[in-house]
């Protein structure tokens, strides 16, 4: 007899359980680039855009990234390559920091390689970010794509499609911010007063 009690009592809470679980589940950064409307500078936005598009890539394998468990870690609740999903909040997360008109920094070097190109990297930022937002935000992201699928080895081979690509955008940022070269220095005017002076 005393079941039966307790069985409504339970049905009752059952509802209340599933919302107190739905409310555990944390938002990732790729959620929330649907309601994010980018800030700042067109180098941002253009940022905001291209991390994104890589962010999205991933498709659904991303969409859970770094949730794999409830809110206090305990229970699993999606079964996918965490290092894919987390790779896709990775760029989602980079995406929103340039959405706020924050500056992103591209990927530190591992290598003697990934510190050169970065270097070559910052110096056409510089120069360029300004006068070409979207090659100057294409060439970061390629940069960063490169490094950050190197990290998981299932995405090795993208890593190398994303090298190519970042050599070929920052060397076309780097041809398109060249500074102008100097002007030639106006010959001073001779005084002659090394010549002999011509009489008539």
Not at 131 to 137: G, I, L, V
Request: proline content about 7%; charged content about 25%; aromatic content about 4%.
């Amino acid at each position: 007899m005393m079941e039966l009690r307790l069985r409504p009592l339970g049905l009752a809470i059952l509802p209340f359980a599933a919302a107190v679980l739905l409310g555990c589940v944390n938002n990732t950064a790729l959620d929330d680039l649907r309601e994010t409307k980018p800030l700042g500078s067109a180098f941002n936005k253009e940022l905001f855009k291209d991390y994104s598009r890589v962010a999205h890539s991933f498709g659904s394998v991303g969409a859970a990234a770094g949730v794999a468990f409830d809110g206090n870690a305990s229970i699993e609740l999606t079964r996918m390559d965490s290092n894919i999903g987390a790779l896709a909040n990775s760029y989602a997360e980079k995406a929103l920091i340039a959405a706020r008109g924050t500056l992103v920094e591209p990927e530190s070097g591992v290598d003697i390689e990934t510190h050169k190109m970065r270097d070559r990297l910052i110096r056409a930022l510089e120069r360029g970010k300004e006068a070409f937002p979207a090659d100057a935000a294409r060439a970061q992201v390629q940069f960063d794509c490169w490094l950050m699928n190197n990290t998981v080895p299932a995405m090795r081979g993208a890593a190398k499609r994303c090298h190519g690509a970042a050599e070929v955008a920052i060397k076309k940022l780097e041809d398109e911010a060249k500074p102008a070269p100097a002007p030639a220095p106006t010959p001073a005017p001779s005084d002659n007063s090394d010549k002999p002076a011509i009489n008539p």
